[in-house]
T-cell receptor, first 115, second 110 residues
Framework: NAGVTQTPKFQVLKTGQSMTLQCAQD?????MSWYRQDPGMGLRLIHY???????DQGEVPNGYNVSRSTTEDFPLRLLSAAPSQTSVYFC??????????????FGPGTRLTVL | RKEVEQDPGPFNVPEGATVAFNCTYS??????FFWYRQDCRKEPKLLMSVYSSGNEDGRFTAQLNRASQYISLLIRDSKLSDSATYLC???????????FGAGTTVTVRA
């Protein structure tokens, strides 16, 4: 199993550009989520999904869109990049929170810089 | 007030020492508690879940104090390889959102 994969690993964008961060998991997990991690602030939840076709907002959703057309894939789209979106982005998957075993498995992260 | 707060440290300890630190949470409806470990510029990985009765995993001991709303992590006989940032994670009942603390940095020196 590859676990959780993310692409790209690094990305530099100019203000106003759009792009999609890819995330895929091969563990048949229902729950997938996107976080951003900034110094001193920990991981903050952007969007999450509890299954194909179901998404919801997290703590910091503005400027980001997600979709979940399959169980495996959960792409994160930046609509119009801003310097404030410079961060490290992690995708994670697990069984549904609240189930008896719901370890979060994280991808390796995408380091995004917006100029 | 942040939902989950941690002392950022850093805790600098010699090899073989014991180090302990806490994480406080503000929502009394919090249900599940975890410690994750994050190495520099890497993804977080589960270290251990925290059970109501407290639990050990080798040199690591986790405790939960619901009355005072905090969890703790104690590392005995510290190794150089324990140097990392330790993240506290809390989930609430009937809520799919996980809340992460900002992390406590531990540096073990030879």
């Amino acid at each position: 199993n590859a676990g959780v994969t993310q692409t790209p690993k690094f990305q530099v964008l100019k203000t106003g550009q759009s792009m999609t961060l890819q995330c895929a998991q091969d563990m048949n997990h229902e729950y997938m989520s996107w976080y951003r991690q900034d110094p001193g602030m920990g991981l903050r939840l952007i969007h999450y999904s509890v299954g194909a076709g179901i998404t919801d907002q997290g703590e910091v959703p503005n400027g980001y869109n997600v979709s979940r057309s399959t169980t495996e894939d959960f792409p994160l789209r930046l609509l119009s990049a801003a310097p404030s979106q410079t961060s490290v982005y992690f995708c994670a998957s697990s069984a549904l929170p609240g189930s008896s075993y719901n370890e979060q498995f994280f991808g390796p992260g995408t380091r995004l810089t917006v100029l | 007030r942040k939902e989950v707060e941690q002392d950022p440290g850093p805790f600098n300890v010699p090899e073989g020492a014991t180090v302990a630190f806490n994480c406080t949470y503000s929502n009394s409806a919090s249900q599940s508690f975890f410690w994750y470990r994050q190495d520099c510029r890497k993804e977080p990985k589960l270290l251990m879940s925290v059970y109501s009765s407290g639990n050990e995993d080798g040199r690591f001991t986790a405790q939960l104090n619901r009355a005072s709303q905090y969890i703790s992590l104690l590392i005995r006989d510290s190794k150089l390889s324990d140097s990392a940032t330790y993240l506290c994670v809390v989930t609430r009942r009937n809520d799919y959102k996980l809340s992460f603390g900002a992390g406590t940095t531990v540096t073990v020196r030879a």
